[in-house]
């Protein structure tokens, strides 16, 4: 029997004042751009010092709102429900019922670590994100607490019976990435994702300062350099190339650091109802994935990786449809055998000659072509208001214009649906490839779609609705769509199978 009694109010550790007041802190040290002014007043004479009187003013009253959170943070179960209540002045009561919890996951920043504690968040269906964060508990108690939650309370077990002879199923791991194997991962990610964020945040800061400083115009300041170095800029592809690659270089730093702070010695246990998933450097996550639960699942792979052997496998469980990006359990360096484990695990699916297989219509590929035609026009606009020269303009069309086309027939060669079993495989992609795995009796709803033009040119769209998104079948054969539509719809409801 557990030491812990879920049964009445119970506070976090004591500890979890020290956590409070480092995210209190965080948030402050984001916002550190607003004492800016402070250093370009004319009415303080002494400005350090005003500077740290603020400072020790707002980190006492943060120490103070740190421990009122700790005392009224109390939570408790309360037969098939999960009580949460917090605030002081303005009170909120959370209740979940035990059934509708989804998963319960395990979190440690380097400061949990450092203090011995676990972060607990507990999530539902349907949920945005995380609906009940846990900061700081022990570990002990956290286990505890995710038994008591993850039990199932219609199993009765009398308590003469021995507790020797209760089944007990010994956990397996079944995948560990291995540092190579991080390096490679790391050496065959999207950087020039990476390129543009950088870019995106050099311009965010840019303009934060601006805010700061009314003197300094940073829209101004880039448009002027622009100017005055204008033959250098716009007039030479080669100087455009260059600075791609410089930046290339930094996003290729940029995606290792990232890649080793998320995905360090990530490792797959597999249980008795699913897979326990465990990363991070300084901030270790542990999630717990069943296979009821499991929605669908993304693999993800590019020419680098293919060379290398590896992909990257996204899994979607009930509850996850909006959840941020960094929040999502993703398997990365997953070679061949280990994706055909997992398939097998979640969806029990092999590949077979049997399957058939559906592919969107003509209409599709004119589509994309039009949009890219309105991209190159976009481009070309660039490029006359720059007054590239002509020989540079020509030069870049004849680079973008066929790259563009190549990619528009890439992706429409990549797109395909197919039927296997009881089982839908979606193909998309273009220089990388997406692979959509999922069993189709999950759908909660499906939407047949067509606009003025696809019905003109009998094309039809269907939006399939599950409980952790939306997965899409664009410009079908009429025919085609409606035969899925019947299929899936026929499938959902004569399964008996829980979907959640």
């Known amino acids: 029997m557990s030491e812990f009694n879920f049964d009445e109010l119970s506070r976090q550790s004591p500890k979890g004042i020290v956590i409070n007041y480092g995210v209190l802190l965080y948030k402050l040290g984001k916002s550190f751009w607003i004492f800016i002014p402070i250093f370009f007043s004319k009415s303080i004479d002494n400005k350090l010092t005003y500077f740290i009187a603020i400072l020790g003013i707002l980190a006492l009253v943060l120490l103070i709102i740190a421990v009122v959170q700790f005392l009224y943070f109390k939570f408790k179960i309360d037969g098939e429900y999960f009580i949460l209540n917090q605030g002081m002045i303005f009170k909120k009561k959370t209740s979940i019922p035990i059934e509708r919890i989804q998963s319960v996951n395990f979190k440690q920043n380097l400061i949990h670590q450092l203090i011995n504690i676990t972060q607990v968040e507990i999530q539902t269906a349907g949920a945005k994100d995380v609906e009940v964060s846990i900061k700081a508990i022990s570990r002990q ?32 791991l079944i995948y560990k990435l291995s540092i190579i194997e991080l390096l490679k991962v790391s050496f065959s990610e999207n950087h020039v994702r990476s390129f543009f964020w950088i870019i995106a945040i050099v311009f965010s800061f840019g303009y934060q300062l601006e805010d700061v400083i009314g003197d300094w115009n940073f829209a101004d300041q880039v448009i002027k350099f622009v100017v005055q170095n204008k033959s250098a800029i716009s007039g030479s592809l080669m100087v455009l190339g260059l600075a791609f690659v410089i930046g290339l270089i930094i996003s290729i730093i940029v995606s290792f650091v990232r890649v080793f702070l998320r995905h360090f010695e990530q490792n797959v246990i597999k249980r008795n109802d699913g897979i326990q998933v465990s990363e991070g450097l300084f901030t270790r996550r542990e999630d717990v994935l069943k296979i009821k639960k499991i929605q669908y699942s993304v693999t993800v792979t590019n020419p680098i990786k293919r060379k290398l052997g590896i992909q990257t496998v996204r899994i979607r469980q009930a509850g996850s449809a909006k959840t941020k990006k960094k929040k999502l359990v993703q398997l990365v360096g997953v070679k061949n055998e280990f994706l055909a484990q997992l398939n097998n695990l979640f969806f029990h699916y092999k590949p077979s000659e049997n399957s058939e297989t559906f592919k969107p219509s003509r209409y599709y590929l004119f589509r994309m072509f039009v949009r890219t035609f309105l991209f190159l026009l976009v481009v070309n606009g660039f490029f006359f208001i720059n007054q590239f020269s002509t020989m540079n303009w020509i030069l870049a069309n004849v680079l973008i214009i066929p790259f563009s086309v190549f990619l528009v027939i890439l992706k429409f060669k990549k797109t395909y649906f197919n039927f296997e079993n009881k089982t839908l495989v979606v193909g998309d992609g ?12 999950k759908t909660q709803n499906i939407t047949y779609s067509q606009s003025f033009i696809q019905k003109r040119r009998g094309v039809a769209t269907l939006k399939l609705q599950t409980a952790s998104g939306v997965i899409k079948l664009p410009c079908l054969h009429q025919e085609d769509a409606r035969i899925i539509q019947k299929r899936i719809v026929s499938e959902v409801e004569n399964t008996t199978r829980d979907w959640i």
């Open 430 to 441: 273009k220089i990388g490839t997406i692979t959509t795995i999922i069993e189709y009796f």
């Open 141 to 172: 108690k956290a286990e505890a607490l995710k038994k008591r939650l993850q039990s199932d309370s219609r199993v009765i077990v009398s308590e003469d019976i021995d507790e020797e002879v209760q089944e007990v199923i010994q956990d397996e």
